[in-house]
């Protein structure tokens, strides 16, 4: 059983982004999670493209940039340039999502889809199978530090389920709330890459909470793993 770790950024210091890049990496980090926010399809604003591009230049792990934006095929190709590895856009704010998850793909990066916590999984029922990796909200996008929506490890299971049912082993990722408390339960329903913002960058020590979590996230899955067959 692996999971893949991909820290927020929302929540580490935004004067200070490349020695938090540098510390969760020490921490093991797979990923580096990038919320983009429009104050359209949320109601914040974070960063844009210069930013990613500066983060690219330091991180050595890929970007994972989750845009919450409106009409996100009007930035993809901004993203692509500036260095994103994976790009996820929502259901709710794309209105033509096969254009964009293929234009994402045709640019050379890892596409995905993400679903609100009360966007139903069967809402990408007819784009699974296009799909580089899902993603479920546990929170409703737009901040970081809130708590995590009960049910959503049961939402984690149901979007393993459906990419599974169109014969896709893409992984899912789940995005908010994520910490020490859930994470075990979550790579249990199936999830493959949890997202964590404040359970990382709200510590004095974000190396030792990247640890810290994985660590916790492998808690129930490596004794299964070491039982003989
Ligand atoms: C929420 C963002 C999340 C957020 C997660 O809108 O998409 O990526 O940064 O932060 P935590 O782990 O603090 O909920
Ligand atoms: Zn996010």
Do not use: C, Y
Not at 52 to 68: C, G, I, N, T
Not at 76 to 99: C, Q
């Amino acid at each position: 059983m692996t999971v893949r770790l991909s820290p927020s950024i929302l929540a580490a210091d935004f004067a200070a982004l490349g020695a938090g890049v540098a510390a969760v990496e020490a921490g093991g980090a797979d990923l580096i999670h990038v919320d983009i926010m429009d104050g359209h399809f949320v109601p914040n604003l974070t960063i844009g493209p210069p930013v990613v591009k500066a983060l690219h230049a330091r991180a050595q792990v890929p970007l994972d940039v989750h845009l919450m934006v409106t009409d996100p095929e009007r930035f993809i190709d901004a993203f692509v340039d500036a260095g994103a590895a994976m790009i996820s856009v929502h259901v709710e704010a794309a209105t033509h999502l096969h254009r964009t998850i293929a234009h994402i793909k045709e640019r050379g990066a890892l596409a995905g889809a993400v679903v609100n916590p009360s966007t139903p999984v069967s809402a990408l029922e007819d784009i699974a199978r296009d799909l580089d990796f899902a993603l479920v909200m546990s929170v409703n996008p737009g901040f970081g530090g809130q708590h995590f929506i009960p049910g959503s490890e049961a939402k984690v299971t149901r979007m393993r389920r459906l990419l599974d049912a169109v014969g896709n082993s893409a992984p899912v990722e789940v995005d908010g709330g994520v910490d020490t408390s859930n994470a075990a339960r979550l790579v249990a329903a199936g999830a493959d890459i949890l997202v964590a913002g404040a359970a990382i960058f709200g510590t004095p020590d974000p190396a030792a909470a990247t640890r810290a979590l994985r660590a916790a996230a492998l808690s129930l899955a490596e004794p299964a793993a070491a039982q003989p067959r």
